[in-house]
């Protein structure tokens, strides 16, 4: 018991926002595994005597201009944005930890190089340089995935740099030096841990923003092909038929508050957690 | 005796805008087998350049025009990197001055410390054993439990004391010590330098002690080399040089205050005037625009001039002792 209250999980659930946190994303987690088995509809079934019908016992969200079941299109919808979120996070987020660990310990030159990479990158906006790959690539998930993974792993490479360089000249790892430790069991031993903390927290804080941007694209009609459930496309229901059935785009929100609220609280918790000088002593 | 630790005519330059600047001029540098050797020197005089340049771990711009480094017999500025690794924590190892920073903050201490026996064979509850002996044999309270620990749970004094378990778990024959004192009060400053004196005895291994409290490199230490600017001035047996010193910058240090030698500060005595620009060094003597005995001569390189036995000072008017 007591060994475990030091685990960051057994920290974790002694901090009441990051069990609230922890409780939203398990929710829309177990939903998304679970969708085929919840769903009280076929989310594809169009049911045109139920129309734009108003949420009720049997529609618990209402169903959409094409009589499908609103719920359970959401439900669907949310393995697409949490699987989405997840490959797209993982991805960039591997490739911004490396290249800023390198451009953080290796020469000069190199980091002046990988600078200037993630700068330009950075410096487009995300949704003109997701219309421009649209353009140029098939519409799917696959685009959805790379657009996110172009866009963002910039910003992870920028943060895990940054902490790098201020470990680089850091006595522990001149001590590490001197007591005849390699370049690899620096960089993994002593780097890697306190790189991994800022780079979790960044982590957390983004998969809400990728899954907006999943939606934002699908709104935009260049994310999932026509037809398949998302949230966003949800949205973009909603918001053609806004004066006459406001409840589609509200519970297409929904989801999306959800999502955003239990990442971010979780990846502010873990901000607490995870460095143990801001950890409360024992 | 022997010798644990030689440095010989050592210089060391840095490339910067301003051209090369000389951090380090022909110093020498004798560390015998189980001896203790004390360096002093303010702020800026070459201390970190010369621990950096004995473990090779100089920064980029730095060149050695010229010196030798033997540890053990041994050439390191001619070891393979492969070499100097093995040499690095086996043969030397180093104590930092803030124990703040020279230990990993996100690691525990018992990690740490099992971190840095992976040369050696043996299990992990070996090398955690071995570990909690050390921790327990450099004082530290409830040694077992304090594996768990953080750095940032331990006191200032605490985490020194941590920062030498590491280094003596190393066993290795040169021990440097930068400055380990500075960041503490007085009180823990004592305990430190007992505990680095009982070590030395137990592991038998040399230290060569960076420090600029002159207090504290005489009580700790046999030798001590007095540096300025990048120049070894003077060098002797501790009592020698301090109580009858012969270089006007050592003069300088130990009259501004006679306190000194007793009292725990933080700094050296300051002396009127400032460090010259390491890029244009004066020529002849480097102590030239500060020292108020300079005359002519003193443009022209000063000799090592022989005190007494081993102690001599690098300067023109040092008087040969009379005791
Ligand atoms: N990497 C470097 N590049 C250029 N100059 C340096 C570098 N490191 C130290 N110096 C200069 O070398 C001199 C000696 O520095 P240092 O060895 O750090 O002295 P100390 O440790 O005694 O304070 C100083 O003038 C310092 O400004
Ligand atoms: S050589 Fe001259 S300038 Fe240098 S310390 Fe001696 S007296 Fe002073
Ligand atoms: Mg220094």
Known sequence: MSAFRHTLMGRLLADPLAVFAMAIIALLVV??????????????????????????????????????????????????????????????????????????????????????????????????????????????????????????????????????????????????????????????????????????????????????????????????????????????????????????????????????????FLGEALRDQLDPRLRKTR | MSEALKVEDLSVHYDTREGALQALRDVSITVPEGGIVGVVGESGCGKSTLINALLQLLPENATIPAGRITLQGEDVTRAGTRRLRQMRGQEISVVFQDPMTSLNPVLSIGRQMRDIQYRQQGSRAAKDSRSAAMLGRVGIPDPVGKLAAYPHELSGGMRQRVAIAMAALMRPRVLIADEPTTALDATLEVQIIELLKELQQEIGCAILFISHHLGVIAELCDRVVVMYAGVAVEEGPVADVFLRPGHPYTIKLIECDPGKLKEKVTDLPSIPGSLPDLTDPPAGCIFRPRCDRATEICATPPPRKGLNGAHWAACHHAKVDKA
């Open chain 1, 31 to 264: 939903s998304a595994l679970l969708a085929d088995v919840i769903a009280p509809h076929d989310p594809s079934a169009m049911n045109l005597a139920d129309r734009f019908a108003s949420p009720s016992a049997t529609y618990w969200m209402g169903t959409d201009n094409l009589g499908r079941d609103t719920f359970s299109r959401l439900l669907q919808g949310g393995r697409i944005a949490l699987y989405v979120a997840l490959t797209a996070v993982s991805i960039a987020g591997l490739i911004g930890l490396i290249l800023g660990m390198l451009a953080g310990f290796g020469p000069r030159w190199l980091d002046n190089a990988l600078l200037f990479f993630f700068d330009t990158l950075r410096a487009y906006p995300t949704i003109i340089l997701a219309l421009a790959l649209a353009a140029l690539m098939p519409r799917g998930l696959g685009t959805v995935i790379i657009v996110v993974v172009i866009t963002s792993f910039a910003e992870y490479g920028r943060v895990v740099r940054t902490q790098t360089l201020s470990l680089k000249n850091a006595e522990f790892i001149l001590a590490e030096r001197a007591m005849g430790a390699s370049f690899a069991r620096i960089v993994f031993h002593h780097i890697l841990p306190n790189v991994l903390g800022p780079f979790f927290i960044l982590a957390a804080m983004n998969l809400p923003v990728v899954i907006t941007i999943e939606a934002g694209m699908s709104f935009l009609g260049i994310g999932v092909p026509p037809g398949t459930p998302s949230w966003g496309a949800t949205l973009k229901d909603g918001f053609d038929y806004i004066r006459t059935t406001p409840w589609i785009l509200l519970s297409g929100g929904l989801p999306l508050i959800l999502a955003t609220l239990g990442f971010t």
